[in-house]
């Protein structure tokens, strides 16, 4: 009890000097995006699904030393840019994926069977080939797909609550999560396509409802001190965050689908970012202008 | 059992079990299902010649035709069904038994033909007309003569059974639609080298469609895909094409190489697609049906007669006025025609042939007119059977000459057995979430009403979205799995919003149960528009490769937001009640 009302007392009364810990988070994940786009001219590393190249997807029995099959397949073909990664479900590998650029297929099928290192047989492996202008054309649409998306969520948000300030404080706060995400994305090594993007789509929507519950219950509601009436929503909120997190945390693991693995990660990271930009920034944001309105209206 | 009669009169409850009730007829499960649904059906194949027929596009899953038997061997797995053909030789009969009709077939050998050095006679029967006087009165008489012909002599060479051309799976069990990373197949996006007009888009589309045709490839998806909505201008246009079961190499050799058209007279070539013809009129002023001779009735029915005009290089005409000037003029009931015909070959293989007028013989003429006919049970049957084989045939004579060169931009080969491991999966993973979200829920409000009615709501969601899918014909793919825990999970977030206000009875909290709904609902819509309005632009985005998983989330939470929701604030209400 007394760990629990030490830390209501933290997030009651330090309210403002949490919502420094969101702000160095926003800061830091900026930096690191914007080191990115500074060292490499793009702010998340492009899989080959948004920048042309080729999938192969091969079912394994046996495990396999993807590092030496790395390095063999290099040395066949030293011009493209070659990476492996493996598909586990359950924490077991299911699927060895070979991801290459700057190649044609044949090429790098061939290089896969020569290599004697892993089967590739009739009708067992998927084989996906993105030309390059298409996925540069993929990625620009997504892009504008994900800002015509946040531009029409901020409206309605708008005109949900019909009122400018808490309104930004909710697209601040989807905006953080958007950005906190890339930026851990990026750091866990893990390359932009075109499902992941799909997965930021899903988690302006996810995001921005916990805050619409927060803006909602605080603005809207009448009873209780403001304090109050955030504890309420938050137990409701983050009832909704942890049962999302874990469903999506355990579709992770379990699942042996390259896309789903990959948009439940981001929704996984997503949501961990939403609850600290929840609760302590939209909270803590929305808190202070609302007591300074009060503050105002009482001296009036 | 008060409150089970509640639940059962409840109106949004009752909304509910018969939007299920909807769902489940659309889906039609039956995992018990057996035998090997047709697929498809070659063209001129002994299949196609028994009156097996090709299943009409859009038709659902359950309602394709099923095989049951073959000369009584029952057929219950693909296996089966390879076994017995393999197991066939060639001028048999075959008695196929499927769940409409039975049908008998004779099997075919396949032949290589060999022309020998020498040659030898032959009887040929020929109908030639004749005029006979009868009565006093001129009359032409169609008559039967037997001519002798010398024509090189030809060995046949048995190579094996010709494979009865059907192209089978095993039935489906369900009438959800699986999407090809969900079954295997080969998937190619096309994109013309240049901007071309819906004109010549539809006119691609044909023609990609009549060549997969022609190689017996009739389960196949061939579509125009945009990547901005019509009225946001032209943007990019893609043609898609799927193929379930086909490998890579096939459908890309087909698409790559630009058709050959090749038009013959006897064994001499006259003219070839893309250099020979200069144009073929597909406008009203010089092609339809015909308005010299039009529609008549036949014998069953009634006939219509097209026409199109093409444009010949001087050299093809040229090479027809040579091919034509020793043919005989030979009369017939529709008028004088020569007595050889003109063959059009599609990729080598032969896809029609048309009779060459009389006036033709031996003059070289560049502009010619191409007619043939349509026939149909009524005028209007007839007429439009009649534009429809006119249209194949321009389709025909166009490929080769298509002005654009259309890339290969991407190409998927997804392995069927990956698919299967995926659906596998997929099921898994539902599960495991749905348990997850009701331990969470069961350990957050010790109310195992809470959690059980949180499982049999977000349960019907999945089935209601399935139901809708297969309603539609969307198929479902792996995106719009991923669509689906999306509308299942934002379902899960608006009930806890729902049990949490309707749980808050604490002294001074104001308003009635309905007071405390509206405002769960105030935020549930506005977390529900938010979703929509964010998946809205990816329908188009990414050549619409993301519309299944946009479609599939927006119709989610629709269903969710005025279906399942209302009904589970009402069982809530109700289980948790005084």
């Known amino acids: ?300 | 059992m008060g409150k089970i009669k509640q639940l059962l009169t409840n109106w949004r409850i009752i909304l509910l079990i018969i939007f299920l009730i909807f769902a489940v007829i659309a889906i039609r499960p039956n995992p018990f299902k057996e035998g090997v649904a047709i697929k498809a059906i070659a063209k001129n194949s002994s299949a196609a010649l028994a009156g097996i027929e090709n299943p009409k596009p859009g038709l659902s899953p359950m309602s394709k035709e099923i095989i049951i038997s073959m000369n009584n061997v029952p057929i219950n797995t693909v296996a089966d069904y390879y076994e017995f053909v393999d197991s066939l030789d060639a001028n048999r009969t075959v008695r196929i038994k499927t769940n409409k009709q039975s049908y008998t077939l004779m099997t075919k050998g396949e032949y290589e033909k060999k022309e020998l050095n020498e040659t030898e006679q032959k009887i040929k029967k020929e109908t030639v007309t004749v005029n006979e006087t009868i009565d006093n009165k001129t009359v032409s008489v169609n008559k039967t003569i037997n001519k002798t012909v010398t024509v090189p002599k030809i060995k046949k060479i048995y190579i094996g059974v010709q494979d009865i051309g059907l192209s089978v799976s095993q039935a489906a069990t369900s009438n959800i639609r699986k999407g090809l990373d969900l079954q295997g197949g080969t998937r190619v996006l096309l994109q013309p080298a240049e901007a071309v007009d819906d004109n010549m888009m539809g006119t691609i589309i044909d023609n990609l469609k009549e060549r997969l045709n022609v190689y017996g490839l009739t389960d196949v998806v061939v579509k125009e895909i945009r990547d901005k909505p019509k009225l946001l201008g032209e943007g990019n246009k893609y043609i898609l094409v799927e193929i379930a079961g086909a490998t890579e190499e096939e459908v890309k050799d087909l698409l790559a190489k630009q058709g050959k058209f090749e038009a013959k007279v006897g064994n001499a070539s006259v003219f070839k697609g893309g250099e020979d013809i200069t144009y073929v009129c597909r406008t009203a002023e010089c092609s339809g049906i015909d308005p010299n001779r039009g529609c008549g009735k036949v014998e069953g029915g009634y006939a219509c007669t097209f026409m199109f005009s093409i444009s010949l290089t001087p050299d093809a005409a040229q090479k027809q006025a040579d091919a034509t000037k020793d043919l005989r003029i030979e009369k017939t009931e529709q008028g004088e025609y020569l007595s050889e015909k003109l063959v059009l070959f599609l990729d080598d293989k032969k896809v029609d042939q048309l009779n060459i007028a009389a006036d033709l013989k031996g003059r070289a003429v560049t502009e010619i007119a191409i007619s043939g006919s349509g026939a149909g049970t009524t005028e209007p049957d007839a007429m439009t059977n009649a534009l429809k084989e006119m249209k194949r045939l321009q389709t025909i004579l166009i490929t080769g000459s298509l002005p654009v060169k259309i890339n290969i931009v991407k190409t998927d080969n997804i392995s069927p057995m990956l698919g299967v491991q995926f659906v596998k999966n997929a099921l898994l993973v539902g599960m495991i979430a749905i348990l997850s979200v009701a331990v969470v829920i069961f350990i957050r409000y010790r109310h195992i009403k809470v959690a059980a009615s949180m499982i049999v709501v977000s349960l019907s969601e999945i089935i209601l979205v399935l139901g809708f899918a297969a309603l539609v014909g969307w198929n479902i793919d792996l995106a719009a799995i991923a669509g689906i825990i999306i509308a299942v999970g934002t379902g899960v977030d608006d009930q806890i919003v729902i049990t949490d206000e309707t749980l808050r009875k604490e002294a001074g909290h104001l308003g009635g149960w309905a007071q405390r709904l509206k405002r769960a609902f105030f935020i549930i819509l506005a977390a529900y528009f938010t979703t929509v309005v964010a998946m809205m632009p990816l329908i188009f985005a990414g050549a619409g490769l993301l519309k299944g998983f946009a479609l599939t989330t927006i119709a989610g939470v629709t269903i969710g937001v005025f279906v399942t929701r209302p009904a589970f604030a009402s069982m809530i209400k109700i289980l948790l009640g005084e």
């Open chain 1, 1 to 300: 009890m007394g760990i629990k009302s030490t830390l209501l007392e933290i997030y009651d009364k330090k309210y403002k000097g949490l919502m420094i810990f969101t702000i160095v988070l926003l800061f830091l994940a900026i930096g690191v995006l914007g080191y990115n786009y500074a060292t490499t001219g793009e702010f998340v590393k492009k899989g080959v699904s948004l920048k042309g190249g080729i999938t192969i997807t091969i079912p394994v029995d046996t495990d396999i030393d993807t590092g030496v099959l790395k390095t063999d397949l290099q040395d066949r073909l030293p011009k493209a840019d070659i990476e492996i990664r493996r598909l586990t479900e359950a924490g077991m590998l299911v699927s060895i994926i070979i991801e290459a650029s700057d190649i044609d297929e044949d090429a790098l099928k061939n290089a896969v069977i020569e290599s004697k290192l892993i089967e590739l047989k009739e009708d067992n492996y998927t084989i996906e080939s993105m030309g390059s202008s298409l996925g540069a054309s993929f990625f620009r649409q997504t892009i504008i797909a994900v800002i015509l998306a946040f531009l029409a969520m901020g409206l309605v948000v708008l005109i949900t609550f019909r009122s400018w300030v808490p309104s930004l404080f909710v697209i601040l706060a989807a905006t953080s999560d958007i950005l906190c995400t890339l930026a851990a994305v990026s750091l866990l090594g893990m390359k932009l396509t075109t499902a992941g993007v799909a997965a930021f789509l899903m988690l302006i929507g996810y995001s921005v409802d916990t805050d619409i519950l927060l803006t909602s219950r605080v603005l809207k509601r009448k009873e209780g001190t403001i304090f109050e009436r955030i504890l309420g929503s938050m137990k409701t909120g983050m009832t909704m965050s942890i049962t999302s997190f874990i469903a999506a945390l355990l579709a992770y693991i379990f699942t042996s689908s390259d896309i789903i693995k990959q948009i439940m990660i981001i929704i996984v990271i997503g949501l961990f970012f939403d609850m600290l930009n929840t609760w302590i920034q939209n909270t803590g944001i929305l808190r202070w202008y609302l007591e300074r309105k009060q503050k105002k209206h009482g001296e009036n």
